[in-house]
């Protein structure tokens, strides 16, 4: 199997699992979309900002800013595929410093433990007690032990109802919704149950690994994970190659049969890309704003925290999806001494996105310096199961990788036919490579 583009993580995991994989990318770094843009001059000439960097900005060298902003839930989807892969030989992660949500103009902390939240000015006293049988009810849920469903039906019973069960107000329905559940829209309310119960689970789990917030980031950036992922993939067999025009896909019979670039073909059974690569055989469904800010402070009202995500719900700002800031800084080795690097991002709803984003840079405010990107959200019009070209979606606009991982595992069920199973691929890797 050679693969071009396309997410690292699925061709990574090809190659642990005995496939032949060849990775070539038009650009000279890795990553494509969701590349660290380094040194500081390069995002400048990026984003047609005129003149060099000005020299409060520190050196270049010491900056590297992800063009598509993410964490890594401590124990999400993301972090399994890595320890799966051993990945993380490569990596080193910080722990974000806190989770917060906007309610009424102001952000506060979600809370992380059961005594901030009863010490958390974000719901009344009666809210609190609600809210913590709500969160016991959680904890003790297992979708296979109907004992534990207290009249619920996790495949019928709408999340509303269960709020309504528990009594719980808006203010408590939107921050469970959408920082504790990460939905970006409500429309889950009327969906059966059970993957919200599971989502909200899977934060306090995340949590309960490290305590302060449930989200990682890698040392040096987002690009450092596809540079992991190739390093790994080289290991099992796997060639890459940047810097490779891509100057057709060659199709026989309806039928990949390889990739030609600079006058050479590169013969193959199945391929993966990213939207770009074909652009005939995708359909643009919305698109993101992300707006990159570079400040000089903390962001007010986070305890001066170094690292931090803010989740805006959209009820709060009369819109249909949220707006989310993630915050990185020096500490992470992605910023000059003192500078702070705030990504905003959401789903653009009308013609003016910037007027959109608007109530996330004002918590930003003084900002030195801005990058704004509008991007199309782009899904494959087919499954790829004709032309084994097997695409992937465009990146969204939420602050985390789980959206990212279902494209994966469905990306490696398109190809091969089966679901994606961490256990049968330690026993694959096992067998083809033997016991480490």
Request: glycine share 6%.
């Amino acid at each position: 199997v050679r693969l071009l583009g396309g997410r690292d993580c699925s061709l990574c995991i090809m190659s642990v699992n005995g496939k032949k994989v060849l990775h070539m990318d038009r650009n000279p770094y890795y990553g494509g979309e969701s590349a660290s843009i380094t040194p500081l001059e390069d995002l400048y000439k990026r984003f047609k900002i005129p003149g060099a960097p000005p020299a409060s900005m520190g050196r270049g060298r010491d900056w590297n800013v992800d063009l598509i902003p993410k964490f890594l839930m401590a124990n999400g989807q993301l972090v399994k595929m890595l320890l799966f892969t051993e990945v993380t030989r490569y990596l080193d992660f910080k722990v974000t410093e806190g989770s917060f949500v906007y309610k009424g103009g102001k952000i506060y902390k979600v809370p992380s433990t059961e005594a901030e939240a009863l010490a958390s000015s974000l719901m009344g006293l009666f809210e609190k007690r609600r809210f913590r049988k709500f969160l016991v009810y959680v904890a003790n849920f297992d979708e296979n032990d109907p004992r534990t469903f207290e009249g619920i039906d996790p495949k019928k019973t709408s999340m509303r109802e269960v709020y309504k069960k528990f009594d719980l107000g808006q203010d408590v329905i939107d921050f469970t919704g959408h920082a504790l559940a990460l939905y970006r829209t409500d429309d889950y309310l009327d969906q059966p149950c059970c993957e919200t119960i599971n989502r909200i689970k899977l934060y306090s789990e995340s949590l309960a690994r490290y305590g302060k917030s449930p989200y990682l980031y890698p040392l040096y950036g987002l690009g450092e994970l596809p540079q992991g992922f190739a390093r790994l993939s080289a290991i099992y067999g796997g060639t890459y190659m940047l810097n490779k025009p891509i100057e057709e896909i060659i199709m026989q019979n309806g039928k990949v049969i390889g990739v030609k670039s600079e006058g050479e073909i590169a013969r193959c059974k199945q391929l993966i890309c990213d939207p770009s690569y074909v652009k005939d055989r995708v359909e643009k469904v919305g698109q993101v704003i992300r707006v990159i800010c570079i400040l000089s402070h903390p962001i007010k009202n986070t305890n001066d925290a170094n690292s931090c995500q803010i989740i805006i719900p959209q009820n709060q700002v009369n819109r249909k999806s949220d707006i989310y800031v993630c915050m990185i800084s020096s500490a992470h080795n992605v910023a000059a001494q003192g500078k702070y690097i705030a990504i905003a991002s959401t789903t653009v709803e009308t013609k003016e996105p910037e007027k959109e984003i608007r109530p996330a840079l004002e918590l930003l405010e003084p900002i030195e310096q801005k990058f704004v990107s509008i991007s199309d959200l782009l899904v494959p019009k087919d499954l790829g199961t004709e032309s084994q070209i097997f695409i992937s979606r465009t990146y969204d606009a939420t602050t985390h990788f789980e959206t990212t991982c279902d494209d994966i595992k469905d990306i490696y069920k398109r190809m091969m036919g089966s679901e994606f199973d961490f256990e049968e691929m330690k026993r694959k890797k096992n067998d083809i490579y033997g016991e480490d």
